[in-house]
T-cell receptor, first 114, second 113 residues
Framework: DAGVIQSPRHEVTEMGQEVTLRCKPI?????LFWYRQTMMRGLELLIY????????DSGMPEDRFSAKMPNASFSTLKIQPSEPRDSAVYFC????????????FGPGTRLTVL | GESVGLHLPTLSVQEGDNSIINCAYS??????FIWYKQESGKGPQFIID?????DKRQGQRVTVLLNKTVKHLSLQIAATQPGDSAVYFC????????????FGGGTRVLVKP
């Protein structure tokens, strides 16, 4: 079984550039989550979707961040323009919709903004 | 604001010994708790969960204890192995928060051979 797939695994970009992170959830899962992990702030939920609809985006840091889920098998997290403080590991996770269903995490995208 | 064990202590344990990892949470409305393991360069991996109507749950070599009175959660790993070296996170959900997980800061476990 393929788990959550994220691409790219590593991204290095310059300040001001647009960055797009991609996620393919586990087939059949209808909840998708984007997290950011840094040493300073730990693991933070940015946004999550149920059935492709954004439910809670209160963790999205600012308007430079946006996330979409055009269909059940694909989601993107975009940062435009990127800043050095956006450097982090970004994880995507998916689960079934029930609150006690396990969230399965992807391998993450390590983003470095110079 | 609300927090779940926001610190990153390190636990050094001898191979074969038992490990106990602790987590404090502050929201008494939390009704579901999960432990995740994160190895270097990987995403968090589910270990075990427990609902608030339970105080103990056992898995393979792992036991989670929940003390709602003092808002404390612990993970016990029996006969710790080198492969258990990782960062361990507790996380909570509140029923009213839907699927939203709040993670603690994590504990690093180092297993000495």
């Amino acid at each position: 079984d393929a788990g959550v797939i994220q691409s790219p695994r590593h991204e290095v970009t310059e300040m001001g550039q647009e960055v797009t992170l991609r996620c393919k959830p586990i087939s059949g899962h209808n909840s998708l989550f984007w997290y950011r992990q840094t040493m300073m702030r730990g693991l933070e939920l940015l946004i999550y979707f149920n059935n492709n609809v954004p439910i809670d985006d209160s963790g999205m840091p600012e308007d430079r961040f946006s996330a979409k889920m055009p269909n059940a098998s694909f989601s993107t997290l975009k940062i435009q323009p990127s800043e050095p403080r956006d450097s982090a590991v970004y994880f995507c996770a998916s689960s079934l919709a029930h609150p006690t269903d396990t969230q399965y995490f992807g391998p993450g995208t390590r983003l470095t903004v110079l | 604001g609300e927090s779940v064990g926001l610190h990153l202590p390190t636990l050094s344990v001898q191979e074969g010994d038992n490990s106990i990892i602790n987590c404090a949470y502050s929201n008494s409305a939390s009704d579901y708790f999960i432990w995740y393991k994160q190895e270097s360069g990987k995403g968090p991996q589910f270990i075990i969960d427990i609902r608030s109507n339970m105080d103990k749950r056992q898995g393979q070599r792992v036991t989670v204890l929940l003390n709602k009175t003092v808002k404390h959660l612990s993970l016990q790993i029996a006969a710790t192995q080198p492969g258990d070296s990782a960062v361990y996170f507790c996380a909570e959900k509140r029923g009213a928060a839907g699927n939203k997980l709040t993670f603690g800061g994590g504990t690093r476990v180092l297993v000495k051979p």
